[in-house]
């Protein structure tokens, strides 16, 4: 048997009164955290949830992501993380895809309507069976009519499951990306991917019981997900959780709670930068701060230089993707760690550079970073074309392509084509294309991404407008608003009369992307 729950429930029998998630106020244990997962394990099994099922969750960083995300893998089935900023269509199309049985969503905020977007997604959506709306006050009636609240579900249900047996190959996880083209694909990721993942990080961090996480990276994502929370909460670590990043609150927090250990985007680290240059919490927060890591796009030097002048603290920077569970490289501690560098690959994990015809490239050159390990990914739920896309022989080819030095350390050229990095999170172009193609005044679009000071990157769409139509910026970026997460709608539109192309008709974002 192999479960990813154990990584919680190991820690629950070792140190049930420690604190395991802290959020404001409110401290749950680990035994109160793995209670209140066994009784979501009980709810789903009395739905008629069985092994090998799917369940959606959408969930900022809450104390209820963590209970339910191990409650869905105790009962067996397949955990299916949804980001928060998706909207009803988007929603309604990852429970099809991935044939969700049922979906559990907090209700979201004002400012975060996640609750009706998701109602509305799950009555989009064909074959889902049960819909479970989280409250903040579990107590609170359902506030959308016809919605089950999770806290009168769990009414009465025992905190105490026998967790199901899993195979080590059995699916605990589909993380859905898009790769670099088409509709989101869902990474199936094993029990045995993801528990060596975090028991791999655990033991290269240097964790420790007395271990105090700020977790403000998503926990929907993979990089939290696998390195704070399964790592954390498997290691004995206390997480202390952000719904949404704020660097003066992020700051704060490392203050009161005696934050040891951080990761971020490089967004995020500006952020921290930003305000904490006036900030008088800086010596505390050095005192305590052991390891900082980053991840998800490139670490300007200049922050890292400043991050380690500010805080004392020097930043490592890994590299992964949600279909390696995520981590395939890192500085390592104990080694020496080079600016602009991914590092080397981790324990149990090889990496080479590969040509377009999977051979091996000379050594001084560039290629695709290829990986093989036991973080490789099942495949892509439903689409074993695309599985045999990017797998041949164990390896798994990334798209980004990269250089290695002579001591083995490996340096990113160039991402994934077209893949557009906004603040940390992946938008793929086609996507945004397509939806943008739908709009009745656009004739034709290309979308790239163009440099933006805070967010790494931004959304730019190249259009051209039907005949006659007089179709503004501003009506577009507010049309596509209202169809796409907060993260992909295009804020940047420019009108054009044509569009760069190649002799067979194929646009040249390259030159787009010069040109912006």
């Known amino acids: 048997m192999l479960n990813l729950a154990l990584m919680l429930e190991g820690s629950a029998e070792r140190l049930p009164s420690r604190s395991a998630v802290v959020l404001g106020s409110t401290r749950l244990s680990y035994a109160e ?5 066994n009784q979501v394990a009980n709810l789903l099994v009395e739905s008629g949830i069985r ?12 104390p209820y992501f963590p209970i339910v995300y191990y409650g869905i893998l105790k009962a067996g089935a397949v955990v299916v993380p949804l980001n928060v900023l998706l909207k009803a269509g988007e929603i309604a199309y990852h429970l099809q895809d991935s044939g969700a049985k049922a979906y559990l969503c907090f209700e979201g905020t004002q400012e975060l309507p996640m609750g009706t977007e998701g109602w509305q997604g799950f009555g989009g959506a064909v074959g889902c069976d049960h819909y479970f709306l989280i409250t903040a006050d579990p107590q609170a009636p359902t506030p959308i009519e016809g919605a089950t609240t999770l806290g009168s579900a769990l009414a009465g249900k025992a905190p105490r499951f026998a967790t199901v047996a899993t195979a080590a190959t059995d699916t605990a996880v589909i993380l859905y990306t898009s790769g670099t083209t088409g509709q989101p694909k869902g990474a199936e990721l094993t029990h045995a991917n993801m528990v060596m993942n975090a028991l791999t990080c655990w033991r290269l961090f240097g964790s420790v019981d007395h271990d105090v996480h700020l977790v403000t990276l998503p926990l929907f994502h993979s990089f939290g997900q696998t390195v704070q929370m399964n790592a954390g909460l498997g290691g004995g670590a206390t997480l202390v959780v952000l719904p949404r990043f704020d660097a003066g609150t992020a700051l704060a927090l490392m203050a009161r709670e005696r934050v040891t250990f951080f990761a971020g985007v490089p967004t995020m680290y500006w952020g921290l930068l930003s305000v904490g240059r006036e900030n008088g919490n800086a010596p505390a ?103 045999a896309e990017v797998i041949r022989d164990g390896w798994f080819r990334t798209g980004d392509v990269a250089r290695r030095d002579e001591d083995g350390y490996y340096f990113i050229v160039d991402r994934a084509k077209d893949m557009i990095v906004r603040g940390g999170f992946n938008v793929y172009p086609r996507e945004i294309e397509e939806t943008i193609m739908t709009h009745p005044d656009v004739s034709l679009v290309a979308v790239v991404g163009v440099p933006h000071e805070s967010h790494g990157e931004e959304v730019k769409a190249f259009v051209i407008r039907n005949p006659g139509s007089q179709l503004t910026e501003d009506e577009l970026v507010d049309w596509c608003r209202e169809r796409m997460a ?24 390259r030159k787009l992307r010069d040109e912006a």
């Not at 092994?51 to 809450?62: F, I, K, Q, T």
């Not at 390891?291 to 603290?313: F, N, T």
């Not at 804020?491 to 044509?498: I, T």
Request: hydrophobic share 35%; with cysteine; net charge negative.
């Open 486 to 509: 907060s993260y992909k709608y295009p804020r940047l539109v420019e009108f054009r009369d044509e569009l760069p192309m190649t002799s067979t008709g194929k646009i040249l974002k």
């Open 33 to 37: 955290l793995n209670g209140a997962a």
């Open 51 to 62: 092994p090998g099922d799917r369940v959606a969750l959408s969930c900022p960083n809450l």
């Open 285 to 387: 927060i050095a005192a305590n701060l052991r390891m900082a890591i980053s991840g998800g796009a490139a670490l300007p030097v200049e922050i890292l230089e400043q991050v380690e002048k500010v805080y004392g603290v020097r930043i490592r920077e890994g590299y992964g993707l949600s279909e390696t569970s995520p981590v395939a490289s890192f500085n390592h501690p104990g080694r020496e760690a080079k600016p602009g560098s991914i590092g080397q690959p981790i324990w149990g994990v090889q990496m080479t550079l590969v040509d377009a015809d999977w051979n091996e490239v000379p050594e001084g050159e560039s290629g695709e970073i290829a990986i093989r390990g036991h973080n490789v990914m099942k495949g892509y739920h439903g689409r074993p074309d695309a599985t």
